[in-house]
Structure formats: C-alpha cells, structure tokens
C-alpha cells in the first residue's frame, strides 16, 4: 500500500539549515508527485512545494529563497532543504501524495528550531 | 494567491444536530476539497471534487458549492466527528488551506 514517512532532526538550530527525507513506498516517484506542507502547532497547514512526477519542481514563494526540494528515484526519497530558520519554522512538516481524489500523507515530524 | 477563509472558526454541536461548515475562497476555484484532522493525527481527505466523499467517509456529510463560496454540511452530529476540518484548493498554485474550523460537541 502507499506509504510516506518524514525523517531528520527533531532540533535545529536559529540560522542553520533544515534537512528532511521523505520515504515513499507503494508507489513510483516517477509516477506521482509529493508535497511538502507544514502546520505550526495547533495552526493551519502551509503548502510549501511540490516535487513533480517529471522531477520538476513548484515553491509557494513565501520560502522561495531559501527553499530546495529534489529527489533520489533510485531510493524513492524526497528532500527538502530549508535554510536560515528561524524560531517561527517550528512546526511539524508533512510530505503527502495529494490529487483530486486521493491524498497520502506521512506521519508528519515534528521540528523545533531553538538553541 | 488565493486565500481560503472558513467559518466559523470553532463551533460546538449537539449530537443529532446540523452543522454547516463554510469555506470563502477569494477568487474563483474549480472545486474545493475538506480535509479532517483529529488531534496528534495527520490530515485526511474528507471530501474531494466538492462534493464526492472519500473512501469510509460517513454519508450524513455532504458537500456543496461553487466558484468561491463551499460548505460541509453534517446532517446529523456524531461524537466522532469532533475534529478540525481544512478546506483546500487546488486550482492554483501556490496551493492554500483555509484556517480551518474546529468542530467540538456540545
């Protein structure tokens, strides 16, 4: 069945740099695209980008400048790399498969950005 | 971007009773999908295309709308549908939830 599962440090440190892989299974990154969408604690959900089936890629251009988000087909992950946090990026990050009718999402991990 | 507003933010039900949930998108969307989240749980597809409702989804919701005016109506207040609901819209980018509204019972 189709799975997505979030990885990567629980604690980042103000100003550092913010890695997540998520693992998919169940189903081809060649085939289906995955997001990424973030939700601060008891707050809404935030889109924060795409990774295309084609290995193209989408950035909500509130993260644009310091956002990254690519792929390893061959190990069926995604990345995403965000730089400069700061305290405001904690939060838990999701990776979901969402289409029309359809929508997988990871377990979420949760981030805290403090020193 | 378009920007989702729902209402009301949080609203309590007694069991049996309707509950009318609504989501206002700025400009114009194709179709709305409604997310549930219950706490500690990640988000799960609730209603998609508007109004087609996902797989194990209870029938007593329902859903209706068009261009930038969408509701989730409950027909009947179960305790079990006490949970956060998020309307999103995928007809462009960048892709944007609305604040949601939690539904609590009374």
């Known amino acids: 069945q189709v799975q997505l599962k979030e990885s990567g440090p629980g604690l980042v440190q103000p100003s550092q740099t913010l890695s997540l892989t998520c693992t998919v299974s169940?189903?081809?990154?060649?085939?289906?695209?995955v997001h990424w969408v973030r939700q601060h604690s008891g707050k809404s959900l935030e889109w924060m980008g795409r990774m295309w089936s084609d290995g193209d890629t989408s950035y909500n251009s509130a993260f644009t400048s310091r956002l990254s988000i690519s792929r390893d087909t061959s190990k069926s992950q995604v990345f995403l790399k965000m730089n400069s946090l700061q305290t405001e990026d904690t939060g838990t990050y999701y990776c979901?498969?969402?289409?029309?009718?359809?929508?997988?999402w990871g377990q979420g991990t949760l981030v805290t950005v403090s020193s | 971007e378009i920007v989702l507003t729902q209402s009301p933010t949080t609203m309590a039900a007694s069991p049996g009773e309707k509950v009318t949930l609504n989501c206002l998108a700025s400009s114009s969307v194709s179709y709305m999908n409604w997310y549930q989240q219950k706490s500690g749980a990640s988000p799960k597809l609730w209603i998609y295309?508007?109004?087609n409702l996902a797989s194990g989804v209870p029938n007593r919701f329902s859903g209706s709308g068009s261009g930038t005016s969408y509701s989730l109506t409950i027909s009947s207040m179960e305790a079990e549908d006490v949970a956060t609901y998020y309307c999103?819209?995928?007809?462009?980018?960048?892709?944007?939830f609305g604040s949601g509204t939690k539904l609590e019972i009374k």
């Open positions: 999103l819209q995928l007809s462009s980018y960048p892709l944007t």
């Open positions: 979901a498969r969402i289409e029309g009718a359809f929508a997988y």
């Open positions: 295309g508007t109004s």
């Open positions: 169940g189903f081809s990154l060649t085939s289906y695209s």
